[in-house]
């Protein structure tokens, strides 16, 4: 006999919704090295699972699985998946897969398929991920190389 549950849904719909129109899951899975055979929860949903955690709590790593029996994980990343799925050590090898990738790469992939999907043009300004601001009076203001002292 099933015993009916109930979690909180909250704002997982619409998180959902949001993710898959950048498509998020997709392309962390696409730049992170990962083998999916051992795997029950992919790298790109347990970055979508640790993006709902920041927004909504930023439980410590430690017991993010624990609160994860709390909400309806089917809701946030798809049906058959359940939070035994995702541990701390899962969550670590995704973090530690991330900066592998580089989170700037991770972020500038993001940029340009959002601004592709939104049809936003990119010659408004630089669409340099690794560019820098620089303000303030330099030390010797007839420097020329652009660099502060």
Known sequence: MIVPTSCPV????LFRQLAEEIG??????TLVMWDPSPCRV???EQVLLL???????KTPLSRLA???????????????????????D???RVLDQLARAGPANIFS???LAVSAQEGI????????PTSRSVAGAFADASAADGHPA
Do not use: F, H, K, Y
């Open 10 to 13: 909250g704002a997982a719909p």
């Open 24 to 29: 998020v899951v997709a392309l962390v899975n």
């Open 42 to 44: 992919s790298p790109g």
């Open 51 to 57: 993006m709902r955690d920041l927004l909504v709590g």
């Open 66 to 88: 624990e609160r994860l029996t709390l909400i309806d994980v089917a809701m946030l990343i798809g049906q058959g998946r359940r939070p035994d799925g995702v541990t701390d």
């Open 90 to 92: 899962s969550l670590g």
């Open 109 to 111: 992939a993001w940029a």
């Open 121 to 128: 043009a990119l010659t408004t300004g630089p669409c340099d």
